[in-house]
């Protein structure tokens, strides 16, 4: 038992120093824990864990697949169906075929084993998607693709593999293929459903945060079990439960409960993802001494190493590019644009479910442990070669991630949205002598939306806004206050429980600031790249792109009255220039009130983003 501890204990250490060396060099996590897991596995006195498929597909594949599902939109997963469906089914079927020909073709082995090493090495992972696409930094619209496609090829890739094994013993025919794969496909959805709607039930009547994480926890393990007993597919029926309780759960849970879960479950994630990659390095020398006892030469194997891990690299890009013009997206029917596709094309990383799924294989399987080194060979190959080369391929096409500014753009236009709403709740719901509680309500609802238009425009070392100076000095009065709790703590002059309230309530705050700040930091640090609509709205429509400043770079009557601006405004109507509504003058507010001029954009460095006030809508500028 103590060596065991130990293990775990060493083993999960090094995952922590190497993803915190990463974070400070800026490399790739996953790709370094692989090398490092590969060079520990020919070290003398490294005992690599055992791979098993169970502790992999029933221990860790269902919490991997749920921490991505809950946290993938259900409206981008169905605007994205058609391309889903394409990757997700169609080219595992026709990578599994692909390299269930060559394979059987190079080695002699029997068709059904043959088709059994494709399915094995036919589907990208999930983990291996996620981690190596934040860590790029793609468009999200390709991270919604990529992340969809991973978690419901798996589905496709081990029912495929079951009727393959199967075929080993007897025969099979089109048909009952055919059934196979559409009763594990309606079970899952059944059974994903129902799970989804009783732990909906259960979470909604669930108040406590500790028993409603405690739920989210078992809740991919409830969804599994059944679907496979069923006959079904048990990965499938946990994303379904995922992807259904990520999308209801902020009206069925408190906000309190699901910052709990959101901190469990990436805690979880970051684990699993992380250990995985290792757990794969760990794997390779004993993987390489099993093949080393087969029949076949070590050229031989070798070369079909090499030429599987071709084949789904070439595969793929013939498939996703040959199917581009197929494949539309949306209900625009707008195909994938050609430089998502390439990008799409070339992220194809397997992951540790292929090294599992090659260990089911049957002991008699013919050269079973060629085959397994197959799907090794793959796996690392695929993580090097596509993992390392994926964000040069991306920056030398054009492709770029989300864009902070842009971000901010639209968050500040949904803040006024909901703010709005809020507002008018209240004063729906307000009593006689409310009135000075409203009126303190709309001025803090006013700072929320102004804190986050304030992160536009120049930076915190050339001007501070109010909400930064807001921020700053909250901070200093947190820590002061926080030493303050504890010199008591520590003079025993309060009960602990008292204390612990007190500073809970200050780790809130103090994070929230935190938030606030880095995501300010994030904006400062990207160029502007705008994705934003040119016309959302008549007024915006007809308005034109910049006219010339009547008082350039000067709020005129920020000058007359002695203050200063924040950021400025021009409006498109008229060329007058005022500030922001973080100033405290907010004449470019006040300019639109008396005039009634609709249109202004910012005329702050890097950003021309453009403004409709009589509709609350945003839109891109002439950059």
């Known amino acids: 038992m103590e060596h065991l501890v130990l293990g775990v204990t060493a083993f999960l250490v090094v995952v922590l120093a190497v993803t915190a060396a990463c974070r400070r060099t800026g490399l790739n996590a996953p790709l370094a824990l692989l090398v490092v897991g590969l060079l520990g596995s020919y070290l003398p006195g490294i005992h690599a864990p055992e791979l098993s498929p169970e502790m992999v597909i029933i221990g860790a594949l269902p919490p991997l697949l749920y921490a991505s599902a809950i946290n993938t939109s259900l409206v981008d997963f169905r605007r994205n169906i058609p391309a889903i469906g394409w990757l997700s089914i169609g080219l595992v079927l026709f990578t599994t075929a692909g390299v269930g020909v060559l394979v059987h073709s190079m080695i002699d082995v029997p068709w059904p084993a043959a088709f059994a090493i494709g399915a094995v090495v036919a589907p990208p992972d999930a983990v291996a998607a996620s981690a190596v696409a934040r860590s790029v930094g793609l468009p999200r619209r390709v991270v919604s693709v990529l992340e969809g496609e991973s978690l419901v090829n798996d589905a496709t890739a081990l029912v495929t593999l079951r009727t393959a094994i199967a075929a080993m013993g007897a025969s099979v025919t089109i048909g009952g293929v055919l059934l196979d794969f559409v009763r ?99 794997q390779v020398r004993t993987i390489v001494n099993n093949a ?36 539309h997206i949306g209900p625009t029917r707008q ?9 799409i094309s070339w992220a194809g990383m397997r992951g540790v479910v292929t090294l599992a799924a090659a260990l089911t294989l049957p002991l008699d399987t013919p050269y079973r442990s060629v085959l397994i080194l197959v799907a090794l060979a793959v796996t690392i190959g695929s993580l090097l070669l596509q993992g390392l080369t994926l964000p040069m391929v991306a920056r030398r ?36 002598g409310d009135e000075s509680t409203v009126q303190r309500l709309e001025e803090l609802g006013q700072q929320r939306i102004n804190s986050v238009w304030e992160r536009l425009g120049r930076t915190e070392d050339e001007l501070e806004t109010p909400s930064q100076t ?7 009065a947190i820590v002061a206050e926080r030493d303050t709790v504890l010199k008591i703590r520590d003079a025993g002059q309060a009960e602990h429980e008292v204390l612990a309230q007190v500073l809970n309530s200050l780790d809130v705050e103090e994070a929230s600031i935190f938030h606030y700040t880095e995501a300010a930091r994030k904006v400062h640090r990207a ?97």
């Open 335 to 343: 195909t994938t644009p050609a430089r998502e596709s390439v990008v």
């Open 527 to 623: 160029p502007l790249r705008p994705h934003l609509p040119q016309a959302p709205c008549d007024h915006l429509g007809g308005a034109p792109m910049w006219v010339e400043p009547l008082t350039p770079g000067v709020c005129a009557e920020c000058e007359q009255e002695g203050t200063d601006p924040v950021h400025l405004r021009l409006c498109l109507d008229c060329g007058h220039v005022g500030c922001c509504d973080s100033s405290v003058g907010m004449h470019a507010t006040r300019h639109f009130e008396r005039t009634g001029h609709a249109t202004m954009r910012s005329i702050e460095p890097g950003e021309s983003w453009r403004w409709c006030y009589v509709d609350e809508l945003l839109a891109a500028g002439d950059d």
């Open 292 to 327: 080393r006892g087969s029949d076949l030469s070590t050229l031989d194997v070798l070369a079909v190493c090499a030429a599987s891990l071709l084949a789904v690299v070439v595969l793929r890009v013939v498939w996703v590019l040959g199917t581009r013009l197929l494949v």
């Open 184 to 282: 594990a496909v309606v079970v899952a959805v059944v059974v994903g459903l129902v799970v989804a709607k009783v732990m909906g039930l259960c979470m909604r009547l669930t108040e406590d945060a500790v028993t409603g994480t405690t739920l989210s926890i078992l809740a991919p393990f409830i969804a599994f079990v059944p679907a496979e007993e069923l006959h079904g597919s048990g990965v499938l029926a946990v994303v379904v439960t995922g992807l259904v309780l990520g999308h209801t759960s902020p009206r069925i849970q408190s906000g309190q409960t699901r910052l709990a879960q959101r901190v469990n479950w990436h805690t979880i994630q970051f684990l699993l993802e992380n250990a995985v990659f290792l757990l794969i390095g760990l």
């Open 470 to 476: 807001w921020r700053r000095l909250r901070s200093e």
């Open 397 to 432: 096409i054009g492709v770029h991630g989300p864009d902070p500014r842009e971000d901010t753009l639209q968050e500040a236009t949904i803040y006024q949205h909901a703010v709005a709403a809020g507002l008018e709740r209240a004063r729906e719901k307000a009593r006689p």
